[in-house]
C-alpha cells in the first residue's frame, strides 16, 4: 500500500496518473471527495469489484455507487427524468446521489442485481478525475468496513482498510462529515434514501 499526499483544489496531474493506471489495472485506491473519503475501482471489473466488496465487507445486493467526471457521462450511463433534471441543475456538482434507471450494463454487484444506478458528480477535483482515467466511471462508496464510521482523513482509511488497498491518495480533513443524500428518483413519487449534507428541506421545494 502506498500513501500520497495530494493537492485537493490543484491535484498533481502525474500523482492522478499514476493511480488512474492502478485504477485500468483493477486495483483499489481511496481518495478524498467533497463528502467523506471515498474507495474507488473500475466498475466494470468483476474481480476489481469482488475485491472492494470483500475489502469493505459489504453485502453485494446492497449495490454501490458510482461517481462521474461530469454530467454528459451521467447521462451516458443512466436516463434522466425531468426531476433528475431539475436536482442535477440545482444541485450538481454536489453531494446529492440520484438512484436512476441504468441505461448501460453494469455488473449486478454494482447494480445490486437492479435496473437502477446510484451516480453522482462530486464537487471534488480529485475524483473527477480519477474517473476520466477510466471512461469517467469511478466506485463512489466510502472507505470504510460496512457499518463503521466513515472515514474523514487517510489515517482513518489507513486504521480500517489501509492494508487492504493498493493507494491512498492523501488529501487532508474532509470538509464535512456527512455523507452524500441519497434520492431515489426510480419511484413514485421520490424516495429520500439517506438524508446526508443536503437536507430534506432544501429537496422538498424541487421533488416533495
Same mark, same amino acid.
Given at each position: 500500500?502506498?500513501?500520497?499526499?495530494?493537492?485537493?483544489?490543484?491535484? @498533481?496531474?502525474?500523482?492522478?496518473?499514476?493511480?488512474?493506471?492502478? +485504477?485500468?489495472?483493477?486495483?483499489?485506491?481511496?481518495?478524498?471527495?467533497? $463528502?467523506?473519503?471515498?474507495?474507488?475501482?473500475?466498475?466494470? #471489473?468483476?474481480?476489481?469489484?469482488? #475485491? +472492494?466488496?470483500?475489502?469493505?465487507?459489504?453485502?453485494?445486493?446492497?449495490? *454501490?455507487? &458510482? +461517481?462521474?467526471?461530469?454530467?454528459?457521462?451521467?447521462?451516458?450511463?443512466?436516463?434522466?427524468? !425531468?426531476?433528475?433534471?431539475? *436536482?442535477?441543475?440545482?444541485?450538481?456538482? /454536489?453531494?446529492?446521489?440520484?438512484?436512476?434507471?441504468?441505461?448501460?450494463?453494469?455488473?449486478?454487484?454494482?447494480?445490486?442485481?437492479?435496473? #437502477?444506478?446510484?451516480?453522482?458528480?462530486?464537487?471534488?477535483?480529485?475524483?473527477?478525475?480519477?474517473?476520466?482515467?477510466? =471512461? /469517467?466511471?469511478? &466506485?463512489? $462508496?466510502?472507505? #470504510?468496513?460496512?457499518?463503521?464510521?466513515?472515514? +474523514?482523513?487517510? @489515517?482513518?482509511?489507513?486504521?480500517?482498510?489501509?492494508?487492504?488497498?493498493?493507494?491512498?491518495?492523501?488529501?487532508?480533513?474532509?470538509?464535512?462529515? =456527512?455523507?452524500?443524500?441519497?434520492?431515489? *428518483?426510480?419511484?413514485?413519487? !421520490?424516495?429520500?434514501?439517506?438524508?446526508?449534507?443536503?437536507?430534506?428541506?432544501?429537496?422538498?421545494?424541487?421533488?416533495?
Amino acid at each position: 500500500m502506498k500513501t500520497i499526499k495530494i493537492e485537493p483544489k490543484n491535484p @498533481d496531474i502525474e500523482i492522478i496518473k499514476e493511480a488512474g493506471n492502478l +485504477l485500468r489495472k483493477g486495483k483499489l485506491v481511496a481518495y478524498p471527495t467533497d $463528502t467523506v473519503y471515498g474507495l474507488g475501482t473500475d466498475p466494470f #471489473n468483476i474481480v476489481a469489484v469482488k #475485491n +472492494l466488496l470483500k475489502v469493505k465487507k459489504r453485502d453485494k445486493e446492497l449495490g *454501490l455507487p &458510482i +461517481l462521474v467526471s461530469d454530467e454528459e457521462v451521467a447521462r451516458r450511463v443512466a436516463e434522466f427524468t !425531468p426531476e433528475a433534471d431539475l *436536482l442535477s441543475r440545482n444541485f450538481w456538482p /454536489g453531494a446529492l446521489t440520484l438512484v436512476l434507471r441504468t441505461r448501460v450494463k453494469f455488473p449486478s454487484m454494482v447494480t445490486g442485481n437492479r435496473e #437502477n444506478i446510484a451516480v453522482r458528480l462530486p464537487s471534488h477535483k480529485v475524483p473527477q478525475l480519477l474517473a476520466k482515467c477510466i =471512461n /469517467g466511471i469511478l &466506485i463512489g $462508496t466510502s472507505a #470504510n468496513i460496512s457499518g463503521k464510521p466513515p472515514a +474523514l482523513n487517510a @489515517d482513518q482509511v489507513q486504521e480500517q482498510i489501509g492494508r487492504e488497498v493498493d493507494m491512498i491518495l492523501d488529501g487532508g480533513e474532509t470538509l464535512c462529515e =456527512n455523507p452524500s443524500t441519497i434520492v431515489d *428518483l426510480t419511484q413514485k413519487p !421520490p424516495a429520500i434514501i439517506r438524508e446526508g449534507q443536503i437536507s430534506l428541506q432544501s429537496l422538498k421545494k424541487f421533488i416533495l
